[in-house]
């Protein structure tokens, strides 16, 4: 089976910055499509970034410019670095990750990590 594991939430003062992570484990033979996902208080979850396997990124019109989005393969850890953060950045963020293992046989499905709260306030 295969396990998400998110961590670098935390609390922090507008214009501060927190970096993001979130490592995959089990027997895991490839990752496709990496990405990060909030959920504010009351809302909807929404699409933040994403990253391929090819290495192309998109993101959220709100966040574009202010987050980065990056993975390491050899870990298979995803990052998400955010800067300038803004009250209306406060939520719970999640990865997504689509996961090829083998269970013995090869399988894929997505997985979720088990969330991480960003406060952002004064």
């Known amino acids: 089976q295969v396990s998400l594991v998110e961590s670098g939430g935390g609390l922090v003062q507008p214009g501060g910055s927190l970096r993001l992570s979130c490592s995959a484990s089990?027997?895991?033979?490839?990752?496709?499509?990496m990405e990060w996902y909030r959920q504010a208080p009351g809302k909807g979850r929404e699409l933040v970034a994403s990253?391929?396997?090819?290495?192309?990124?998109d993101y959220a019109d709100s966040v574009k410019g202010r987050f980065t989005i990056s993975r390491d393969n050899a870990l298979n850890t995803l990052y998400l670095q955010l800067n300038n953060l803004k009250p209306e950045d406060t939520g719970v963020y999640y990865c997504?990750?689509?996961?090829?293992?083998?269970?013995?046989?090869?399988?894929?499905?997505?997985?979720w990590g088990q969330g991480t709260q960003v406060t952002v306030s004064s």
């Open positions: 990253i391929r396997s090819s290495g192309r990124l």
């Open positions: 997504l990750m689509d996961i090829a293992y083998n269970h013995p046989i090869p399988l894929r499905r997505q997985y």
């Open positions: 089990g027997n895991i033979v490839n990752i496709y499509t």
